[in-house]
């Protein structure tokens, strides 16, 4: 896998995993912003998803030790972007804009990212 549909700073959902992996309290899909991609292993880390608990020592004085939880990397096909416009969960297409660029549009609403 080298080329992935999710850029660095896009907010996607989250499609599989336990109920309360992809819901809130209130029964919406999670969402979180993409904080790194990965292209060659086709991975993204997503700001507040797939949280695992990290066992660490101080690597020197004054840096924290014990059990830190942060984001672990999720395959890119298991997350689905959100239209910025709409707000909805949805595919990515291409389209070339006035100046012929290519650009990523939103299959629902045909609105550029």
Known sequence: MSKLHIKTGDTVVLLTGDKKDRKTDGGKMKTGKVLQTSPK???????GLNKVKKHVKPKKAGDPSGIIETESAIYACKVQIVCP??????RV???LNKQGKKVRV???CGETF
């Open 41 to 47: 292993e086709g991975k993204v880390i997503v700001e």
């Open 85 to 90: 416009k709409c707000g909805k969960a949805t």
């Open 93 to 95: 297409g291409s389209a």
């Open 106 to 108: 939103c299959k629902k």
